[in-house]
């Protein structure tokens, strides 16, 4: 990742944290990211890219499209 140069005076890189966002009223939605390229300094603010991990198949009990969508709306 350093080679990259992800991390700039203005952009850094970011590892496993929490994205959420508030889709109504009653309802938040959130996620924990592996890697994530966002403004800030030590506390992501505005998210760039994120790179989402693997998600076990739907026999794990766990919809992995449900999830993967909901990671892609919050970001």
């Known amino acids: 990742m350093n080679l990259a140069g992800y ?3 203005k952009y850094n890189s970011f590892l496993e944290h929490t994205l959420s966002i508030k889709v109504n009223e009653d309802i938040t939605v959130s996620g924990s990211l592996d890697f994530l390229v966002a403004t ?3 506390i992501p603010r505005a998210p ?3 790179l989402h991990e ?3 198949g ?3 009990g766990i919809d992995p499209m449900e ?3 909901i990671a892609m709306v919050t970001a």
């Open 40 to 42: 800030g300094k030590q």
């Open 67 to 69: 999830k993967l969508l």
């Open 7 to 9: 991390d700039t005076d």
């Open 54 to 56: 693997y998600k076990p």
């Open 48 to 50: 760039l890219f994120a």
């Open 58 to 60: 739907p026999n794990m």
